[in-house]
């Protein structure tokens, strides 16, 4: 336990403290030094993808960009589905509630600016995946991510070696990542249900794993579950923050001008907290899109699409869903309440009062459900994104495969009895290994990447000119 405490401090604590003007500081942790210049580095390579080609990811989105016949794999929209069920998880609502109560209105900008550099790096990564990714023996279709292509960096063609040991520190990090955030997973569920029906958590996590059982213990069923699940509670949340939003229409101009206002604000910087309003919307908006983490390209990878560059324009776009659409959701049901109301709240307390003050006794079930379906994707997410770690590690065993679904689903049912800060911070811990050693992939193998989107840029051009 000391020895990962050491570790999560050194990823996630702060290892700079920046001065700064009016008695403020800005803290720098190790992933926050990765992965904001990354983002800037790719955004400027990619000659600022997220805003060019945000048109063309709408039309990836809504064509049959599937290759083959069902067979063959996933379609491009299937894999950012699956993508989509795990950032759509406890960042978006109690992380943005955290981000919020700690850096105020002015983390939110910080947060979207994370998205729009985040996207590049999103896109880098699938489209890398979707390069080396290879056929499943297994499941059928595809799978890869980046275990697969570290081997490809580190291991020449000709080599005998069947695996790399930075793809392997990889693939066992995102296991050690995965099986914590299971257990994060089954706290937040029965809690939940039991804030909103006063149901016991022992009765409501036997349900919640008996059901996630049937579906991750059949073959091919996760992403099956997910095509229902995932547009319905997206559709559902943003349609409610949509109705909230209309009802006080008249405050909007003052939200606005109230996150724009603490985000570079006068009184932030005199009064100390503009470290705290940049860092806390930083991080929180890196932890909830996964960008660079190397989470989305185990799903992008089982995508059977027709260009590479699509699944990564594809993923990309599952950035600006998850922050930029439904991270904004939580932050508006919050900032549309008044603050005398929820001063002094915080986590889930703090969102089920706004929403009991925005659509009564509704509103607390309402967030009840959502944070159900929310969570519970996510654990069906995360085991897809397990298969391809699993099968670099130990081949293509279902016994391999179907032991790591019972340790999954174990921990799913000892997180929904109680909260274990030590498997938190390793879930944090698996996730920050994840990037670093997926970063160490990334810059060098990048120009693959962009000679994919280069490509691809050539082929719409020559269709306008045929056209």
Known sequence: MAIIQWIYNLLWGD???????????????????????????FTVRTRFLPFRMFPEMIKVTLENNKKGDAKDGISGVQALIVSTACRVGMGNLVGVVAAISAGGAGAVFWMWLMALL???????????????????????????????YLHHLFVKKDSRRKRSIIASLFAVS????????????????????????????LYSTIVLVVIAAIIVLRKNTTVRVLDIIVPIMAACYFFIT??????????????????????????????????????????????????????????????????????GLLQALGVFIDTLLLCSCTAMIMLLTPEALTKGLEGMDLLQTSMQYHLGSFG?????????????????????????????????RWIAQTLYKIVALV???????????????????????????????????????????????????EKTVDY
Not at 139 to 147: F, Q, T
Not at 364 to 371: K, T
């Open 364 to 396: 607390v079930i309402f967030i009840a459900v959502i944070m159900w379906l929310f969570s519970f994707s996510t654990f069906l997410g995360i085991l897809f994104y397990a298969r391809s770690n699993v099968a670099y590690l130990f081949g293509d």
């Open 411 to 461: 921990m799913l049912f000892v997180g929904g009895l109680a909260a274990y800060q030590f498997v938190w911070d390793l879930g944090d811990v698996g996730v920050g290994l994840m990037t670093i050693f997926n970063m160490i992939a990334l810059f060098p193998l990048a120009p693959k990447a962009l000679a994919s989107l280069k490509q691809y840029e050539a082929t719409l051009e």
């Open 118 to 148: 985040g996207s590049s790096t999103a896109f880098i990564e699938a489209t890398l995946a979707q390069i080396y990714k290879e056929k499943d023996p297994l499941y059928g279709g595809y799978r890869g991510g980046p275990a697969y």
């Open 174 to 201: 995102g296991l050690i990542c995965w099986c914590g955030i299971s257990q994060v997973t089954g706290n937040s569920i029965s809690s939940a249900v039991k804030n909103a029906f006063q149901i016991p958590p």
């Open 15 to 41: 290892l700079f403290v920046l001065p700064l003007p009016g008695g403020n500081t800005l803290s720098l942790s190790v992933l926050v030094l990765i992965l904001v210049p990354a983002g800037i580095y």
């Open 242 to 311: 949509l109705f909230i939003i209309i009802r006080n229409f008249s405050l909007l101009p003052s939200v606005f001008s109230k996150i724009f206002a603490e985000a570079f604000g006068f009184r932030q910087v005199v009064g100390g907290g503009i470290g705290a309003v940049i860092m806390n919307g930083a991080k929180r908006g890196l932890f909830s899109n996964e960008a660079g983490s190397g989470s989305a390209p185990c799903a992008a990878a089982a995508a059977n699409i027709s260009h590479p560059a699509k699944e």
